[in-house]
């Protein structure tokens, strides 16, 4: 079955980084595009960052261009989040996603908390 799990959020300052991974199984990884999400509370789970199968396109969300960077290897079967210059208003759950087969598929998400 497809499982995505992820790893690496954390309270921090602001200005500062986080690493976050997603480690993917039970599907075919190297076909797939993958994305991150996050949802802060009373909000709506919102698209972060996205990357091709090939991790040869990418595409992100205004809020967070020059800050993300969407990376993947696809030899680990793992996507990754660095997020750079860190806002308060980036503080949410972000989760990792794929879309199987027209299917949705989530995380569990991790916390990320961006304060002083």
């Known amino acids: 079955q497809v499982q995505l799990v992820e790893s690496g959020g954390g309270l921090v300052q602001p200005g500062g980084s986080l690493r976050l991974s997603c480690a993917a199984s039970?599907?075919?990884?190297?076909?797939?595009?993958m994305s991150w999400y996050r949802q802060a509370p009373g909000k709506e789970r919102e698209l972060v960052a996205g990357i091709s199968s090939d991790g040869g396109s990418t595409t992100y969300a205004d809020s967070v261009k020059g800050r993300f960077t969407i990376s993947r290897d696809n030899a680990k079967h793992t996507v990754y989040l660095q997020m750079n210059t860190l806002k308060p208003e980036d503080s949410a759950i972000f989760y990792c996603n794929v879309v199987r087969r027209g299917v949705p598929y989530w995380g569990q998400g991790t916390q990320i908390t961006v304060s002083s």
């Open positions: 039970g599907f075919f990884f190297s076909i797939y595009g």
